[in-house]
């Protein structure tokens, strides 16, 4: 009997299908796309209904003939991408390619979808297949045919005007505005000073009590600075404190819904300071399968692509034994909890959740690498938490009142909150991007008083505030950010991270998004002529209008045609009114201080940077002073001076960053890194260079310690690091250490290019015992160093004895 074939993305996802559906499938793995728009042109034609020419992607050809063989002769093909858009787009294009086979009747193509990767929820999809909906596919290409559109029109204008290598995108630039509106606010933000007054009392038992100054004459009170603070202490001086009322009242506070991609991504930013890419990543591997053990495969979530917060009848029910079984009845509700998803969310899918509440995280522990781990226990919480009872509070409110001796009447408040039950908090709590009330008040131990009971005053306690600036995004605020706004997808998120940190439009420090010189300057040009297309507003209709087409009420290319009208009249307009960076000249008051012509602002690979307005006959140059500073101020606290001839220390801007370099450069070349570390002096050494008789001298580079002559750049000489391991290849040179332009370790032949050998795990002098090499490889994993054998065909491994690893 023939066999029906399965087709997949992944070979993980095929493992753990195959095992469920028995010997009459064979299941093999597409490797995502196998046909894409072509990278060398823009393959739309825009004058044809914007028509895309697709091509079969490079290294796939050989793949698309093995699925055609194992096509001929099945019973029935069954596509089983992933159950979303680009899925549905990869399930289209195979379906295409197999159809046309050539020679014979293609046999029946299906489309089956799964949202978790379990025996039960496969085979229940087997029995149910429908066909590929070329609605998802529409709006998949379509969102494919507009970032086209933005990428390959707009971004030759940023080559053309700032440099080659950047890029546009329709998401990528509005999260980037973001981040740089945000910079700006910061930099715009005015402080503003106030004032608090805390009255610390005694009562009759501990804890001491602290209130806060509420109202004045039942009108809330503003203290703008120190003499307002002064003015009501002093009013304050001898006052007596009344306990005025004490409230109690149940605080409830309930669980937070399974997790949709969005939120995952925030809470393990916040938890795990995983980056969404790797977030996703880990949640991909959790939902194709993993092997446990006797089990073999299993799909260990739900699928992770979602913005639902569903969850089935078979999970609820599951879910709610555990809870039952393992916390006790008062922790279970009397129903299953449900949660409203958004809108717009496509309810197809349901929440991230685990496949079985029963799996739980200690349980799987074993079979799981250490991130994997604490993300599945993040899920497996959170969706437990979720059908558990909330948590109950006790909120204590103290209110105190005081006369003054201005004859004013002060009341002081003090808000105290104690746990009376956990409930879903014995599983979870949600992490949060800043403190807030609740965290205050559970913080705040207050003592028992009643009504009408006078307190001992110990002090009043004033204290300076000033306003601050908002925040910095995260990646888990920024993820917020953009959903709350409705601009992209969750599943494009990660992709639009990491491209704005790949082009240097952003750094990330301490965690948290710093727009570049570059970042700004793009962004400022780019939303001088497109400010309408990569507007927050402009560009989250176009993810409904994407929506619309996914549930026919929009034919993709009338939203296509529309956005390029637009489109097509920005670009005209940017071609000749967009700013040319490359030839920006900003004038200065500054003097060039070797030939007297004024210095102007020019534009380079690293930013801006002064240069002599006599260019060519003169090429000074000089870093822009950061903040207004002058560059020779390298710190407002205290002037830098070099260490080796006393002169200042000036800001510079490197490849690497900026660092201080001495003011007198070229006679003096001490750096010293921001952190604070100067650069060692060279130290000479007792042994001259064979290439021209000078001293070798030791240096301090990027790379560490190095040997190299003292008369640089005469001489470029350096001395190689040896191993003391004859080449394997030759057997006339010596292996030595070298590094790559990126700073990567490896080892070769100290006669190169007359030799080229190359490893990039450190030769050991060793034999091997099995296959009789001259040498062994040392590598380094988790578990600690092994000697193993070069050689492809020989096994031969042992750990490495730690007083034997060389240095």
Avoid at 541 to 564: C, N, P, S, T, V
Avoid at 584 to 593: G, I, S, V
Avoid at 597 to 616: D, E, L, N
Wanted: aromatic residues 8%.
């Amino acid at each position: 009997m023939a066999k029906s074939l399965v087709i997949v993305e992944s070979p993980a996802k095929a493992k753990t299908i195959g095992k469920y559906l028995g010997r009459d499938f064979t299941v093999k793995a597409s490797l995502g796309h196998i046909m894409d728009l072509p990278k060398k042109d823009l393959a739309v034609d825009v004058n044809r209904n914007f028509t895309p020419r697709y091509e079969v992607i490079e290294g796939k050809k050989k793949l698309i003939q093995e699925l055609k063989r194992a096509a001929d002769g099945s019973e029935a093909i069954y596509l089983a991408a992933d159950p979303d858009r680009e899925g549905e787009a990869i399930c289209y294009h195979l379906a295409e390619v197999l159809q046309s086979n050539g020679k014979k009747a293609s046999p029946r193509i299906y489309r089956v979808m799964f949202n978790e990767i379990t025996a039960k929820a496969v085979r229940e999809a087997f029995k149910r297949p429908g066909f590929v909906n070329e609605r998802l596919v529409d709006a998949q290409q379509a969102r494919r045919v507009l970032d086209r559109l933005v990428g390959y029109k707009i971004s030759p204008l940023l080559w053309d005007k700032v440099r080659r290598g950047l890029s546009a995108g329709r998401v990528q630039t509005v999260a980037l505005r973001l981040i740089v509106e945000r910079e700006r606010e910061i930099q715009a933000f005015q402080k503003r000073e106030y004032w608090t007054i805390d009255a610390s009392l005694k009562a009759k038992k501990p804890p001491p009590l602290t209130a806060r100054l509420a109202r004045r004459d039942d009108k809330s009170v503003e203290i703008p600075d120190e003499a307002a603070a002064t003015r009501i202490v002093n009013a304050l001086d001898g006052a007596e404190y009344v306990v005025r009322s004490v409230a109690t009242k149940e605080k409830k506070r309930n669980p937070v819904p399974p997790f949709i991609t969005s939120t995952l991504q925030q809470e393990a930013a916040r938890k795990l300071r995983f980056s969404v890419k790797r977030t996703m990543g880990l949640a991909q591997r959790l939902y194709e399968g993993v092997d446990l053990g006797k089990e073999g495969s299993v799909g260990l979530i739900t699928y992770m692509r979602t913005d639902s917060t569903r969850v089935s009848n078979d999970a609820l029910a599951d879910v709610r034994e555990l809870i039952g079984q393992r916390y006790g009845a008062n922790y279970l509700p009397e129903g299953p909890v449900f949660y409203r998803s958004k809108k717009d969310a496509q309810d197809a899918h349901e929440a991230i959740r685990p496949t079985s509440a029963a799996l739980t995280p200690d349980e799987v522990a074993s079979y799981l690498a250490e991130d994997e781990l604490k993300l599945y226990r993040l899920i497996w919480q959170r969706f437990v938490a979720s059908q558990m009872m909330p948590a109950l509070f006790d909120q204590t409110t103290i209110e105190v009142a005081a006369r003054g001796n201005d004859a004013s009447n002060y009341l002081f408040r003090a808000t105290g909150s104690v746990p009376k039950f956990d409930g879903f908090l014995a599983v979870y709590e949600e992490g949060k991007d800043q403190k807030d009330e609740e965290d205050e008040e559970l913080a705040h131990k207050l003592p028992a008083v009643t009504q009408g009971e006078t307190l001992g005053f110990r002090a009043l306690l004033p204290e300076q505030h000033f306003t601050e600036p908002p925040p910095r995004f995260t990646e888990a605020t920024l993820v917020k950010e953009l959903e709350s706004d409705g601009v992209g997808r969750p599943s494009t998120y990660a992709a639009i991270l990491s491209t704005i940190q790949e082009r240097e439009y952003v750094t990330k420090q301490g965690g948290r998004f710093h727009p570049t010189e570059l970042g700004m300057v793009v962004t400022d040009l780019l939303l001088g002529s497109f400010n309408d297309i990569f507007d927050v507003r402009y560009t989250a209709r176009m993810e409904e209008e994407l929506d619309e087409i996914e549930e026919g009420k929009l034919d993709w290319r009338e939203a296509m045609a529309e956005f390029y009208d637009k489109f097509q009249a920005d670009l005209e307009r940017a071609s000749t009114e967009m700013a040319n960076i490359k030839r920006m000249e900003e004038p200065t008051d500054q003097l060039c201080e070797k030939c007297g012509r004024p210095m102007v602002i020019k534009w380079g690979r690293h930013g801006r940077f002064m240069a002599c307005s006599g260019y060519p006959e003169c090429t000074n140059t000089r870093e822009v002073a950061l903040e207004g500073a002058e560059e020779t101020a390298a710190s407002e606290e205290g002037e830098e001076y070099c260490v080796n001839c006393g002169r200042p220390m000036v800001l510079k801007k490197g490849r690497f960053g900026q660092f201080y370099a001495c003011s007198g450069y070229p006679d003096c070349k001490t750096t010293k890194a921001l952190d604070g570390q100067q650069k060692k002096a060279d130290v000479p050494l007792e042994e001259p260079c064979p290439q021209c008789g000078n001293t070798l001298v030791r240096k301090s580079g990027r790379f560490g310690e190095f040997i190299a002559c003292s008369n640089y750049p005469a001489c470029k000489y350096v001395k190689q690091k040896t191993i003391g391991v004859a080449c394997p290849k030759c057997s006339e040179g010596e292996l030595v250490e070298r590094r790559s332009k990126r700073g990567k370790t490896f080892y070769g032949c100290n006669r190169y290019p007359g030799c080229d050998f190359v490893a990039w795990n450190k030769p050991v002098a060793e034999a091997c015992p099995e296959c009789g090499s001259s040498y062994l490889l040392e590598k380094w994993q988790k578990a600690g160093g092994v000697l193993q054998c070069p050689n492809e065909g020989c096994k031969y491994k042992r750990k490495l004895e730690p007083e034997k690893a060389t240095a």
